[in-house]
């Protein structure tokens, strides 16, 4: 049955089939059994009284209690001391249909009533054998990443003992267990043993799954130990297996993100939350964003949508994914958290939340949705707090200098004036009288930034360009490298290379040029002049005469 609780509740009641009081609690460990099945009921209370203050008589009225034992607990944490009473009782039901374990009382403190669903007795199978295996499915076809529920049902014998078998692993899914329970089943008088196993599955994609039999195995005979048997009895082995079952797994539909459960639901908590006009400008406001999804993994439930407003910024933390199970449902929770900050005054308006998922109960899509909220920002307490008061009339200063102190103001005036103005007619003359030579020089001196920046990109481009960029690249750094010559860039590196070097040279120009329209091959000669070249270059002294050709002509 769907309900909508809190996401606080939720995550309470997912932890056990439980009703409870102030201190006093109830709980079954299931609550649909058949009429041959029995039923762990735990009973506890906070405090140490005696075991016969609850009366049991009402539980008699749809249950036959097989065994009633009680337990007292006391601990010491921190100084404290706290003490428990424990009742563990098995009961039987007595007719198929609905029952009711009703409330108990201790010292005015109430447990509450549990539900109990009892169905006709289920197919004894096979009882000849000490032990057996059952395995149940759910379904016999789901979709990727749609939860499967396996049941293994282990039923023994009283006399067998020492029980044990493999946990389940299917290739290809994920298996988690969501319940392991202990009870007793009566069949022609004879009293069965009962261990039973529930997993939630999801594969991970569309194929066959196939479910391998499980093996288990008890011990037949004594259960008294000796020193020789440390392990509890001598007596015969005798071993079991699950059947094996398939499942068809389908593809997931294309277009739409995939997202398939039983039911989903998106819950919001505000622990700042105070009246809306404590809200203001540049304050953040928390809000805790939880999508609940029963029968789903938390790592498949999808983000929040981005929402972008200009009255408000918004500031996420990183998302908390959380697991809980139940007897019949992994139930997945992902919860955001962010800081709100306002940015005006005003009405906020955050917008509804929409996530759409597959119903895989009804077999259609639906939308779990969070409504629109809308807050109100009032201004920033700082602003108020600097506004001048009403009726605020500024002080008035008489500032109106004495006779002698105003002369002595106007005077320092006019000299630091007249300073500043000297001071300034000299730079101007000095830089009118520079030597020409000087500023010559420094309009030859190269700039071997430039010249850097031009010298790599040409390796790069004699590496892997275009004839064009090739020759743009050469002109640049030859400007770059000799910002004085009178000849054209080409023609003068043309007059230093070797004749190699030059040959690839004149290759270039005649693919850029020529009428073929091919490109050149590769320049390793003309790389490797050009680096001989810059090698020089740099070694001459300043005084030196210009560089000598590789090529004299």
């Known amino acids: 049955m769907k309900t909508a609780f809190k996401t606080g ?6 932890t056990s089939y ?53 337990s007292s607990q006391v601990s010491i944490i921190n100084g404290r001391q706290d ?15 609905a029952a009711i374990i009703p409330s108990f009382q201790i010292e005015g403190n109430f447990s509450e009533a549990v539900s109990i669903e009892v169905s006709e007795a289920a197919a004894a199978g096979a009882r000849s054998q000490p032990i057996s295996v059952e395995l149940m499915v759910n379904k016999d076809s789901i979709a990727v990443m749609e939860q499967l529920l396996i049941t293994v049902r282990l039923i023994a ?30 069949v022609n008088g004879a009293t069965w043993q009962i261990n039973e196993w529930t997993y939630a599955v999801f594969a991970n994609e569309a194929t066959t799954l196939e479910i391998p039999g499980q093996l288990f195995s008890g011990i037949i005979g004594s259960t008294t130990r000796s020193i020789f048997d440390s392990f509890g009895g001598r007596g015969q082995r005798t071993l079991a297996r699950s059947p094996e079952a398939s499942v068809e797994v389908t593809a997931a539909p294309i277009g739409q993100y995939w997202f398939p459960a039983s039911e989903v639901r998106i819950e919001e908590d505000w622990p700042d939350a105070s009246a809306a006009s404590d809200y203001r400008v540049g304050e953040p406001i928390t809000r805790n964003i939880s999508i609940v999804a029963f029968g789903q993994k938390p790592e498949t439930i999808p983000p929040l949508p981005e929402i972008a407003d200009e009255s408000f910024k918004i500031y996420a933390d990183q998302p908390e994914l959380i697991s809980q199970t139940t007897a019949e449902h992994l139930a997945g929770v992902r919860s955001e958290s962010a800081a709100i900050v306002p940015t005006r005054a005003g009405e906020l308006r955050l917008p509804e939340i929409r996530i759409p998922w597959w119903d895989v109960e009804e ?39 004495v006779q002698g102190e105003a002369d002595s103001s106007v005077s320092l005036w ?5 300073a500043f103005a000297l001071l300034s007619l000299v730079l101007a003359l000095l830089l009118v009288r520079r030597p020409k030579q000087e500023v010559a020089v420094e309009n030859r001196e190269p700039n071997n930034s430039g010249e850097q920046k031009a010298w790599s990109a040409l390796t790069r481009k004699l590496k892997s360009g275009t004839a064009k960029e ?34 690839e040279l004149s290759e270039l120009e005649q693919s850029i040029y020529g009428a073929s ?18 090698k020089n270059k740099d070694a001459k002294s300043e005084a030196g005469s210009a560089l000598p050709p590789l090529n004299p002509i």
């Open 9 to 14: 509740i939720f995550l309470l009641w997912l």
């Open 157 to 186: 014998s009283s006399q067998v003992s020492n029980l044990s078998g493999d946990s389940l692993s299917i290739e290809g899914a994920e298996t988690t267990l969501l319940n392991q329970s202990q009870f007793s089943e009566v």
């Open 414 to 418: 006019i000299w630091t004036t007249a």
């Open 83 to 97: 003490v428990s009473t424990t009742w563990n009782l098995v009961l039987l039901p007595r007719r198929v249909g």
């Open 470 to 503: 090739k020759r743009t690249a050469l002109e640049h750094w030859c400007r770059k490298a000799w910002p004085d010559s009178s000849k054209p860039p080409m023609q003068l590196l043309a007059s230093m290379l070797s004749a190699e070097a030059a040959e």
């Open 517 to 534: 329209g091919s490109e050149a091959s590769q320049q390793d000669h003309l790389l490797s002049d050009l680096k001989q070249l810059r």
């Open 18 to 70: 439980s009703a409870w009081a102030d201190n006093l609690v109830a709980t079954a460990d299931r609550t649909r059994i058949s009429i041959n099945e029995t039923l762990n009921l735990t009973l506890s209370y906070d405090d140490q009284v005696d075991s016969r203050q609850i009366d049991f008589s009402a539980l008699q009225q749809d249950f036959e209690i097989l065994n009633n034992s009680t």
């Open 363 to 401: 077999m259609l899509w639906k939308e779990a949705v969070l409504p629109s909220q809308t807050l109100n920002i009032l201004e920033a307490e700082s602003s108020a707090s600097l506004a001048p008061p009403e009726n605020f009339t500024p002080a008035t200063v008489d500032v109106t200098p």
